[in-house]
T-cell receptor, first 116, second 112 residues
């Protein structure tokens, strides 16, 4: 299965600023997924990032707040813009298994964001 | 949005006992997966069951799937303190999006 390197692992940011989270995969993948996990909650899908096209956002998430880049098949970034304390969460990237109907998905180790 | 609910929300058992977690989902699925998360860290994939399968085993894990009831269960036998974690079910739908949508999760505490 793929190995994902996600960074930063954690950060404390001032409100009103932006943070860019990076995910590097050790193999080429078509789709990358970005999730948010609010404190004590489950994972919520933010968007699907495909190389060469605009990201597809889920209901409740917009590009202006969470711009995503996908410059190639092994890399993606998620930016959390104009942050407020409500954005304090763990953000994770994920890729599907090499055979999506047979293997599970791989997740990055997460970015723990605290907005003060 | 979440795909569905898991119950119980929290479960506390003694080491050596079995733990059963249930998951319900809303839409037709291609497959259902279970993940474990220790203390807010990254997720670990445990097992995948396809929509045409009814039961699957992996070590001490047993998963069942009932597509008519849109529900699944995860059984961990002979639990250990190291099994203490949050457990999530997640589904992949029938469309070609391959989006993995998570349930609400169960927090399992295994007491030594």
């Amino acid at each position: 299965s793929a190995v994902i390197s996600q960074k930063p692992s954690r950060d404390i940011c001032q409100r009103g600023t932006s943070l860019t989270i990076q995910c590097q995969v050790d193999s080429q993948v078509t789709m990358m997924f970005w999730y948010r996990q609010q404190p004590g909650q489950s994972l919520t899908l933010i968007a699907t990032a495909n190389q060469g096209s605009e990201a597809t956002y889920e209901s409740g998430f917009v590009i202006d707040k969470f711009p995503i880049s996908r410059p190639n098949l092994t890399f993606s970034t998620l930016t959390v813009s104009n942050m407020s304390p409500e954005d304090s969460s763990i953000y994770l990237c994920s890729v599907q298994g090499s055979r999506p109907n047979n293997y599970g998905y791989t997740f990055g180790s997460g970015t723990r964001l605290t907005v003060v | 949005s979440q795909q569905g609910e898991e119950d119980p929300q929290a479960l506390s058992i003694q080491e050596g006992e079995n733990a059963t977690m249930n998951c319900s989902y809303k839409t037709s699925i291609n497959n259902l997966q279970w993940y474990r998360q220790n203390s807010g860290r990254g997720l670990v994939h445990l097992i995948l069951i396809r929509s045409n399968e009814r039961e699957k085993h992996s070590g001490r894990l047993r998963v069942t799937l009932d597509t008519s009831k849109k529900s699944s269960s995860l059984l961990i036998t002979a639990s250990r303190a190291a099994d203490t974690a949050s457990y999530f079910c997640a589904t992949v739908g029938m469309d070609s999006s391959y989006k993995l949508i998570f349930g609400s999760g169960t927090r399992l505490l295994v007491r030594p």
